[in-house]
């Protein structure tokens, strides 16, 4: 009665385990197809060892669903293992009789060859962060040889997996052809989970090359895709949500951003995969700084951190330290800021690469907002832009140059400040970026006042946003930063908060040390704290940064 799921229950229930492998490899496409692994997972634990060691295409089966719906790959590596063995066993007897396939549970109708290219595409997923990407990639090709064309849901994934050591060498803008690809094979597999997989993936893309809105419409198709899929299909969708939350956070629709973290946490609290549920928490921990949670902020960045704590990948290490330098900064907890810089072993001097470009951001980050040392921080943005430029990660070289303008103007080179901002705002302006510039402050106000008055003046840097998207952006800016007392307008880059309270301290006579033990930091960091505060404010002593410090009404 087209009931298959049932049926697999009932011969169970009746430990009639032949029915149960016949009904799994039978229906294996449709179940894939609605990405209900964790329930083929469940009834392949019901058969005996010995029966699938001795079926090489039902090891496979219950391998690809073990991947998707288990937290470890040690199961799927014994499966296929498994699987491995008993190909061989079979060639070494010359192969097998269509007859003795035992309802096409040992080999399966699209043969032997087939098999073994499942079999390769499953060690592409298991050595996906282990072996070079070159080595991934001949992997792969040797896998797409193998299987025919009426397999579209194994090559699809296969094509991601290249497409995605493609990207680890080469352009995004290059991987695009061959997305198109995945999402053909997925289409013809009439697979909705594949299909939000795919379209997830292509989303991630668009938005590293700084089309937010084809990056938006990518991830709306997925989420659409996915509501046709399986509840059970929870990986998939979480990425969707994510993405939708970034690209929301990012244009400036918090409501939307907020709604989407909280479907992915929501489903990702019975998906135990481990990188979409980490991407999940540093990406709510953004989005509430954004809406002034920062305990909620905190809560979430302490949850990722839990995940991280127990892998040895190093890029997931890497993306938490810059998501969270990034929120302490932007919610103004510098020391705990400077304990992940502490903790990662960051410094100005760092060897900077397409691996841990965006911590590097991140660090430079610190460097301005906590430090005040904008030369050191240019230094390292000027490492980072061509090695993001080289990849065509067109938002990393937004967030660098327009983190590059306030650097520069902390040094003094207004004219250098505002050329990196006019650059930063040209490549933001197709993408409609907003937050990437508003978030950032009082400083970026002045930085956007001075580059549109340049603008009107005829003297623009030579690349800029237009006139119409740099107004917006100041009108945004200053509808999103609190306002600062007029008295304040003289700086012409605004003290932290850390540097007025040192100053504060200053004008309660205490000493520098006094200053330390009071505020729980070092000597050397109340001293630079200082010096910083003085430029700031051009004066030379104690006596002068208390008049001064009255002046602008913060005594």
Not at 36 to 58: F, T, Y
Not at 175 to 203: I, Y
Not at 246 to 266: D, F, K, M, Q, W
Not at 438 to 448: I, K, N, R
Request: with cysteine.
């Amino acid at each position: 009665h087209d009931m298959p799921s049932e049926a697999i229950e009932q011969a169970r229930a009746a430990e009639d385990h032949d029915t149960v492998a016949r009904l799994l490899a039978a229906n294996r496409d449709e179940f894939r197809r609605l990405g209900r692994n964790a329930s083929i997972s469940r009834w392949a634990a019901s058969l005996p060892d010995e029966m699938v060691r001795a079926r090489p295409r039902l090891a496979l089966i219950f391998a690809a669903s073990s991947m998707a719906s288990d937290n470890t790959n040690r199961t799927a590596r014994r499966l296929a293992s498994w699987a491995d063995d008993a190909i061989r066993a079979i060639e070494d007897r010359g192969g097998l009789d269509p007859a003795d396939d035992a309802d096409g549970t040992i080999v399966g109708p699209a043969g032997l060859e087939a098999l073994k290219g499942e079999l390769l595409a499953m060690r592409v997923m298991h050595a996906f962060r282990s072996l070079p990407p070159e080595e991934i990639a001949a992997t792969a090709d040797q896998a797409l040889a193998l299987l025919p064309d009426t397999m579209p849901r194994d090559r699809a994934l296969l094509r991601m997996a290249r497409v995605a050591m493609h990207l680890q060498l080469h352009t995004l803008e290059s991987g695009l052809p061959d997305l198109e690809l995945c999402l053909e094979d997925a289409r013809r597999a009439n697979s909705p989970s594949l299909l939000a997989s795919v379209l997830t993936f292509l989303g991630e893309v668009y938005v590293d090359l700084g089309r937010l809105q084809e990056g938006r419409r990518s991830y709306e198709v997925a989420l659409m895709a996915g509501q046709e899929a399986s509840a059970e299909a929870t990986l998939e969708m979480i990425g969707v949500h994510t993405g939708l939350a970034e690209v929301l956070l990012e244009l400036g629709e918090l409501a939307g951003a907020t709604h989407h973290t909280a479907r992915a946490l929501e489903i990702a609290t019975i998906a135990p995969t481990r990188s979409p549920v980490l991407y999940a928490r540093t990406m709510a921990a953004q989005v509430m700084a954004a809406t002034d949670d920062n305990e909620a902020a905190l809560a979430h960045l302490a949850e990722a951190d839990a995940f991280v704590r127990g892998s040895s990948d190093a890029r997931f290490h890497s993306h938490l330290a810059a998501v969270a330098l990034t929120v302490h900064c932007r919610t103004g907890n510098i020391d705990a800021a400077r304990e992940v810089v502490q903790a990662r072993g960051l410094r100005p001097d760092l060897d900077i690469d397409a691996s841990n470009a965006d911590e590097a951001t991140a660090y430079a980050r610190l460097l301005v907002i906590g430090d005040g040392d904008g030369d050191r921080a240019a230094r390292m943005l000027a490492q980072v832009i061509p090695v993001v430029q080289a990849r065509g990660r067109v938002r990393d070289e937004i967030r660098a140059r327009m983190l590059l303008a306030q650097a520069q103007a902390l040094a003094g080179d207004q004219a250098q400040a505002l050329a990196s901002l006019g650059r930063a705002t040209m490549l933001g302006e197709p993408g409609r970026f907003n937050r990437m510039f508003t978030a950032e402050g009082p400083t970026m106000v002045t930085l956007l006042e001075s580059l549109v008055d340049a603008v009107r003046r005829g003297q623009a840097p030579a690349a800029s946003g237009s006139s119409h998207y740099l107004s917006w952006l100041l009108r945004e800016a200053r509808r999103t930063t609190p306002a600062r007392p007029a008295s304040l307008a003289p700086l012409p880059v605004p003290l932290t908060q850390r540097e007025i309270e040192v100053l504060q301290l200053i004008a309660d006579g205490l000493r520098n040390q006094e200053i330390a033990d009071r505020l729980y930091i070092s000597l050397p960091t109340v001293k630079r704290h200082i010096a910083n505060a003085y430029g700031k404010l051009g004066v030379r002593h104690r006596t002068e940064a208390v008049a001064r410090l009255q002046q602008l009404g913060l005594r």
